[in-house]
């Protein structure tokens, strides 16, 4: 079956390290994306990429970086230099284009203390 | 400032109908999308509607007024796998996704 898959689902880091989050796509998507959602809030848009070898900074792109070497793949990095990392983290793909609906993978609930 | 609102929690019974609504204020309006998401899970497409109207889907409606900014969820026969997160999303003139909170549905048997 075709999908996103994050890994891990739990992740628990202490601060000042970075962490790499995984997202994997087998649905020969053209578009992905990194959300972070807070209780309380709407999703909020990190990275997103629409096309391999190719990125662009969301609404909160501060402290995290992303690449996309493979089509297949969009890990992102959270780096000690975002002041509020813990939160739950989403991927998601498309089709490409801009009303496409998005495919989200199950997340990775990240932790810094 | 870009908004969307929707209420923060809402209750139903099993069997029962239920009208979740979504109100926005963006820079423009490309579409909008609704979401389900149960705890912990991958929000999964629900609809999208960019034209003024009713559309049905099953058990489940939306409905646009862009007029008045306003959008519903509209869920029959309510299961107790319906109980979730619904989130509604706007895609604005910039073809940027603006996300409301989403609404936590509680269905009780």
């Known amino acids: 079956d075709g999908g996103i898959t994050q890994s891990p689902k739990y992740l628990f880091r202490k601060e000042g390290q970075n962490v790499t989050l995984s997202c994997e796509q087998n649905l020969n998507h053209d578009a992905m994306y990194w959300y972070r959602q807070d209780p309380g809030q709407g999703l909020r848009l990190i990275y997103y990429?629409?096309?391999?070898?190719?990125?662009q900074k969301g609404d909160i792109a501060e402290g995290y970086s992303v690449s996309r070497e493979k089509k297949e793949s969009f890990p992102l990095t959270v780096t000690s230099a975002q002041k509020n990392p813990t939160a739950f983290y989403l991927c998601a793909s498309s089709i490409g284009g801009d009303y496409s609906p998005l495919h989200f993978g199950n997340g990775t609930r990240l932790t810094v203390t | 400032g870009q908004n969307i609102d929707q209420p923060t929690e809402m209750t139903a019974t099993e069997g029962a109908i239920v009208q979740i609504n979504c109100t926005y204020q963006t820079s423009g309006f490309n579409g909008l999308f609704w979401y389900q998401q149960h705890a912990g899970e991958a929000p999964t497409f629900l609809s999208y509607?960019?034209l003024d109207g009713l559309e049905e889907k099953g058990r489940f409606s939306s409905f646009l007024s862009r007029s008045k900014g306003y959008s519903y969820l509209l869920l029959k026969e309510l299961q107790m796998k319906d109980s979730a997160s619904y989130l509604c999303?706007?895609?604005?003139?910039?073809?940027?996704?603006?996300w409301g909170a989403g609404t936590k549905l509680i269905i009780k048997p």
């Open positions: 999303a706007v895609l604005d003139s910039n073809y940027q996704l603006i």
């Open positions: 990429s629409q096309i391999v070898n190719d990125f």
């Open positions: 509607n960019v």
